[in-house]
């Protein structure tokens, strides 16, 4: 089975990682995180959310963030938009901190999507369509984030007829590339595929990005069997950043570090450098007071300590 050569990681920590932090991060260590995973050698981040600081705190601060990120040549800023509030809060700053990339969302569940957003599926695209408008009128791209893809806090399990249903749904109002997430954490790698296949009746392989939580412990299973279908784009965490909120306890992301080091194992490029994407994690992981959430992470720690 013909695998891809190379894959491009998306590192969501210090936007998705952070976001559910109770105690609050300096925009100043941000940035640095930002920083040090472009200095890894990361080519696409997300960086912040424009959501309201009521609803996330921790994200109060992302215009500074913006602002004082050293952009490098060929990285791309993602920031999630969730509505048209946040799309015009993002553009506020000059035209070079603007985002590269807006992100909305909208959940494959119906009682997710209540939940989370207090709206059905079809009046949540119903609002992201004007923010996905004005986002390609002035040229910026727009990534659709699919949550709940394999399965519900409150639903179960979910059909991929539904996962199809909203991939179409994203794809009608302009949105120019979806991530298929496990929210949870509960796929394997048969449902993950299923997933990923309703998706590409509507969507080029190119413009699909896997995102596996590792709850159970099936992020790095899931990620093989998304290879197998020629899925080449992939969301993670620098050190495993971002707890899972429906499982006490649980993992949430699966840690950029442990992808990295599976990948450059089975001889796939990411372009990224193992050691400083490590050191990434020690950084942000020092400041909250806690131990990277990477295997990876501390296997290598441990054998560089000789």
């Keep these: 089975m013909k695998l891809p050569a190379k894959v491009q990681i998306i590192d969501v920590g210090p936007r998705d990682g952070l976001q559910n932090e109770k105690q609050p991060v300096s925009a100043e260590i941000k940035i640095g995180l930002v920083h040090r995973l472009q200095d890894a050698g990361l080519k696409e981040i997300e960086v912040t959310s424009f959501v309201s600081p009521k609803w996330v705190p921790q994200m109060a601060d992302n215009a500074e963030v913006m602002h004082g990120i050293k952009r490098k040549p060929g990285v791309r800023y993602s920031v999630l938009t ?26 494959a569940s119906e009682a997710f999507s209540q939940k989370n957003i207090n709206c059905s599926i079809a009046e949540s695209i119903e609002r992201f369509a004007p923010v996905v408008a004005a986002a390609r009128e002035k040229g910026i791209d727009v990534r659709g984030a699919m949550s709940c893809t394999v399965g519900c806090p409150y639903e179960g399990e979910v059909a991929p007829e539904r996962v199809g249903m909203l991939a179409k749904l994203m794809k009608d109002i302009g949105v120019q590339r979806v991530d298929v997430a496990d929210t949870i954490g509960v796929g394997t790698p048969r449902k993950v595929k299923a997933a990923i296949e309703a998706t590409l009746a509507h969507f080029n392989v190119d413009h699909i990005s896997g995102h596996f939580h590792d709850t159970y412990g099936q992020a790095l299973v899931n ?64 400041a909250l007071g806690r131990e990277p959430n990477s295997r990876a992470s501390k296997a290598l720690r441990i054998k560089r300590a000789g």
């Design 82 to 107: 969730p509505n048209m509030k946040g799309f015009e809060a993002a553009i506020a700053a000059p035209r070079e901190e603007w985002p590269d990339e807006i992100v909305v969302f909208g959940a």
């Design 223 to 286: 990620t093989l069997a998304s290879l197998e279908l020629g899925v080449w784009n992939f969301q993670s965490s620098s050190a495993g950043l971002g707890g899972c909120p429906y499982a006490k306890g649980a993992t949430g992301n699966v840690a950029t570090e442990d992808v990295v080091y599976m990948l450059h194992g089975m001889g796939i490029e990411t372009g990224i450098d193992l050691d400083k994407l490590i050191d990434a994690g020690v950084y942000i992981s020092e």
